[in-house]
């Protein structure tokens, strides 16, 4: 049986208000109130509401949208399965507009992606109207994507940003504030006169180096008693848990760890583990996932910065339909998405 299209009486009826307002609280009209707009508009989408430009966009060739990222298994398990989830999830609520999504998935180091591009741009690159992806790589990830934008693909970037190039916008975490805020917190967390060993990640990453900048930022402003060791690596895992558990054994002042990201968080807490030094050296993790909410539980992470790749994703993706089936410009070149801290007391919320 085909599923019966909920139609504006319907979220009327469900959020007991008039078809009239319904109507202007989704097509963004004066006389709602923000709270109530957004009440409607939360109703709406949960209960799969679709406006009639549906019906306009099947009167029109087929929108074509690439979405490039990483693949999710390996050490990609912590974070990209939740940013494929926020394109996907946007996907099915648009299903019944007329566009095709092509996912291309790569591993490996920058000129994976790069490669990647480059095969997308030759297979579907004249007849692509819209591409998704990761800026990762500096000037070269803007080569990339200046080419598709140079035959009028637009682009969207979402977690990592290349201002350089000529995107559309990018949808990211504050990274910036992140690390100061992981700074603070440390701080907090740890005796005075401690050293506190950074996980730096990859400098051409600027999710990565944004964070490092925001923690060395904090420390410099309101903590020049402590001592920052800081440590770039991303894809060696096994020299990074060797390089931070000699240090840790070498001084016995070392008491804070801050990974900038998800899988050098894993590494941290297990040479702490290793060394059974839990709840003595203090962490500051970033991401959710089924391991870093176990670390949490288990005391052996203090604080998680959760970065909600999905949201990132998610509106990521419904900013690039907006554009190209409405004619909607973002607001903003960069659109930031709330980060959160996540403790023992709020980890029930992201089970």
Request: proline letters at 2%; hydrophobic letters at 35%; aromatic letters at 10%.
């Amino acid at each position: 049986m085909k599923e019966k299209r909920v139609t504006l009486k319907d979220v009327a009826n469900a959020t007991k208000v008039s078809l009239g307002t319904v109507h202007r609280a989704l097509t963004d009209k004066e006389g709602v109130s923000d709270q109530l707009k957004n009440e409607i508009l939360q109703k709406a989408r949960q209960m799969g509401y679709i406006t009639n430009s549906v019906a306009s966009s099947l009167k029109r060739k087929t929108i074509k949208i690439a979405v490039v990222f990483p693949g999710m298994t390996e050490e990609n398990r912590y974070f990209y399965p939740y940013v494929w989830n926020g394109v996907r999830e946007f996907a099915k609520e648009i299903r019944d507009f007329n566009f095709e999504m092509t996912e291309v998935v790569y591993y490996g180091s920058f000129s994976s992606q790069i490669q990647s591009l480059e095969e997308v741009y030759e297979n579907y690159g004249s007849s692509l109207d819209g591409l998704i992806t990761i800026a990762h790589g500096g000037n070269d990830i803007a080569k990339s994507i200046n080419k598709f934008v140079s035959i009028g693909v637009s682009v969207v970037l979402v977690c990592d940003d290349s201002p350089v190039s000529n995107r559309l916008c990018c949808v990211r975490a504050d990274d910036f504030t992140n690390g100061k805020l992981a700074a603070e917190l440390l701080c907090h967390y740890i005796p005075q006169r401690s050293k506190i060993f950074v996980a730096a990640g990859d400098v051409d990453i600027s999710s990565h180096s944004n964070s490092v900048r925001g923690f060395e930022q904090y420390m410099t402003d309101y903590s020049s008693d402590k001592e920052v060791i800081k440590y770039h690596n991303y894809e060696d895992q096994n020299e990074l848990y060797s390089t931070v558990r000699d240090l840790i054994l070498k001084y016995d002042d070392l008491n804070g760890l801050y990974s900038c990201n998800a899988r050098n968080t894993i590494t941290l807490c297990k040479v702490v583990m290793d060394l059974d030094r839990v709840g003595d050296i203090k962490i500051i993790g970033t991401d959710i996932f089924d391991e870093s909410i176990s670390l949490l539980k288990k005391g052996v992470v203090q604080t998680i910065i959760y970065k909600n790749p999905y949201e990132q994703a998610y509106i990521g993706f419904k900013t690039l339909f907006e554009y190209i089936f409405k004619n909607v410009k973002p607001l903003k070149s960069t659109i930031y998405v709330d980060s959160t801290l996540v403790l023992k007391s709020n980890v029930e919320f992201y089970t």
